[in-house]
């Protein structure tokens, strides 16, 4: 889809994070895939030339520009490596638009040019028996004068051996209605108690590594609290709601980067004295893909534009996380089919794309939750 809509500034960015992608990514992809490798250099890389902190404000490290400007570039980075995409959506997309929303001055003003350089801070509250009821978490936060001591575990985190801050979110009391109030923390990986558990190996994103984070008698001070006590839902779903529309363009650069190397495939692949491009079945599916992946792109756009207007965007990113995620599977399984046997090969990145498309309908909220959110805004209750 041309840039119709773009801005020259976000049209240039974009068109950087394609070439960075095109030429430094895609190499690699098959590689930290294939060995679980965890793309440091490119981390570093992307905060050199601005991309990670694009959507945030330039004396706090950033680039100045806007959310959509970042969802630009994740779906060029998707387009060529699930992994290194779901690394930046978590980081730049999730935690960093946190930072910003509910941190104190001197948090922003340590964190956040830390941050955009490529220093990564994890986003922790998924536990094993509190997956997507969250409420149901034990990890628990007791103030002890100055501090609050953590014990417990957050399972499935993402870049977390990698990560060198958490925002970690627990239990710190009950409301008089007698419910679990929850507080949100910034850990840093050297904070006495904290440690990351056994590296749990995955279908697909391989190269974004996934762990769980024990707390035991971890003490954090009473300054590393990020919002208020009490409101750490708060910014668990403030936090959701942008990492939707990140995912959301995870998954739709998963969806265009497949159909880009499909096409590539059946222009040139010959059965029956033909192209494969040349069979109308061909012609009409990959027609009618790339028509729903430039749905997908403006139902994003949509609710990025809407974040950035300062208006309301949670219904409008659970349907472009929704859209894109369900769209990205289909669209892999369909190319998958495209290359025939070689499809299932590792020769081709066609079937890595497939297991790393999978990821987007369960993350971030699964896509039952989605229609839970979507459901309830549109009134069915
Ligand atoms: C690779 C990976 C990276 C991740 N990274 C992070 C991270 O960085 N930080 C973090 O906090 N978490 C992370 N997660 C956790 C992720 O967000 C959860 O796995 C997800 O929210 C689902 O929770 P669950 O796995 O416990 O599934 P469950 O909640 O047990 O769900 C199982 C199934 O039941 C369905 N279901 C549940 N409730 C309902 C309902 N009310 N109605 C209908 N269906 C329902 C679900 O949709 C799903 O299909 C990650 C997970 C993975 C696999």
């Known amino acids: 889809m041309s840039g119709f809509l773009l801005t020259e500034e976000q049209k240039e960015i974009r068109d950087l994070a394609r070439e960075i992608a095109q030429e430094q990514i895609k190499p690699l992809a098959a ?63 999730v935690s960093m638009y946190c930072v910003e929303l509910f941190g104190t001055k001197e948090q922003k003003e340590h964190y956040m040019p830390l941050m955009a350089q490529g220093h990564l801070m994890g986003f922790a509250l998924t536990e094993a028996n509190a997956g997507s009821d969250s409420s149901g978490m034990i990890t628990k936060a007791v ?28 239990v710190t009391g009950t409301n008089a209605k007698g419910r679990p109030e929850f507080t949100a923390f910034i850990i840093n990986k050297d904070t006495p108690g904290f440690s ?16 769980e984070l ?52 059946v222009n040139e692949r010959q059965q029956f004295g033909k192209r494969i491009a040349q069979f109308q079945n061909t012609q009409f599916t990959l027609a009618d893909l790339q028509t729903r992946v430039d749905a997908g792109r403006l139902l994003l756009w949509r609710a990025a534009t809407l974040k950035d207007q300062g208006e309301p965007f949670a219904t409008e990113a659970a349907m472009a996380k ?3 995620s369900d769209l990205a599977m289909e669209t892999t399984v369909k190319c998958v089919q495209f290359f025939g046997g070689y499809g299932y090969t590792k020769e081709y990145p066609i079937e890595r794309m497939m297991r790393d498309a999978k990821i987007t309908q369960i993350y971030e909220g699964t896509n039952e939750i989605q229609k839970m959110v979507i459901g309830r805004s549109i009134g069915v209750k």
């Open 31 to 93: 590689e930290l895939d294939e060995k679980e490798i965890f793309p440091r250099e490119t981390i570093d890389l992307l905060g050199e030339t601005g991309i990670l902190g694009c959507a945030y404000p330039e004396e706090l490290g950033g680039s100045g520009m806007d959310f959509l400007s970042f969802i630009l570039c994740m779906e060029e980075i998707a387009k060529v490596c699930g992994s290194t995409a779901s690394i930046v959506s978590t980081h730049a997309g």
């Open 143 to 170: 103030e002890d004068g100055d501090n609050y001591i953590i014990n417990g575990a957050k399972m499935f985190i993402s870049s977390a051996p990698a990560n060198e801050f958490n925002i970690v979110i627990a």
């Open 196 to 211: 990351v558990g056994k590296h749990i190996h995955k279908m697909g994103i391989r190269g974004s590594l996934t762990a």
């Open 214 to 265: 024990i707390f035991e008698d971890c003490v954090v001070p009473k300054t590393q609290i990020l919002g208020k006590v009490g409101e750490g839902m708060k910014v668990a779903l403030a936090s959701l709601n942008a990492g939707r529309i990140s995912m959301g363009a995870q998954a739709l650069g998963i969806a265009q980067g497949a159909i880009d190397e499909t096409i590539k495939y």
């Open 322 to 324: 929704l859209y894109c």
